[in-house]
Nanobody
Framework: VQLQASGGGSVQAGGSLRLSCAAS????????VGWFRQAAGNERQFVTY????????VYADSVKGRFTISRDFAKNMVYLQMNSLKPEDTAAYYC??????????????????WGQGTQVTVSS
C-alpha cells in the first residue's frame, strides 16, 4: 500500500489544519492507521491511531481534545483535524499503516508503510 499525506502548512497559534492521507494499491482494510510527527532533531512521536475496522481512536496526551482522526470508507482516506494548534505542534506529520495490537500501536516500529511527511508550522 502506498500512502500520500497532504494538507500541511503554516498557521498561527490557535489555528486549525486538516491533514489527509490517501491509500493506493490497496485499501486501509485490516490495518491500524496512525499519525506520527517528527520535529527537527527529535525522534518520531506518536500522535494518534485508529483501527480501520472500527473502535475508539487513541490519542497522545499532548493532542487529546485538540486533534481528531477520522476516516472515509468511500474515499479510502484518513484525516487528522488539528485545532487549537500550538507552536510545539510544529513538525513533519506522517501517516502510516501497520498490523498492530493495542500494545504496539503507539510504536512507529510496528508500522510498515509510511507516507511522505507533510510539514506543519505553527507560529506564536
Amino acid at each position: 500500500v502506498q500512502l500520500q499525506a497532504s494538507g500541511g502548512g503554516s498557521v498561527q497559534a490557535g489555528g486549525s489544519l486538516r491533514l489527509s492521507c490517501a491509500a493506493s494499491g490497496r485499501t486501509f482494510s485490516g490495518y491500524t492507521v496512525g499519525w506520527f510527527r517528527q520535529a527537527a532533531g527529535n525522534e518520531r512521536q506518536f500522535v494518534t491511531y485508529m483501527r480501520w475496522s472500527g473502535g475508539s481512536p487513541v490519542y497522545a496526551d499532548s493532542v487529546k481534545g485538540r486533534f481528531t482522526i477520522s476516516r472515509d470508507f468511500a474515499k479510502n482516506m484518513v484525516y487528522l483535524q488539528m485545532n487549537s494548534l500550538k507552536p510545539e505542534d510544529t513538525a513533519a506529520y506522517y501517516c502510516a499503516v501497520g498490523r498492530t495490537i493495542a500494545s504496539t500501536s503507539r510504536n512507529p516500529q510496528y508500522y510498515h508503510h509510511w507516507g511522505q511527511g507533510t510539514q506543519v508550522t505553527v507560529s506564536s
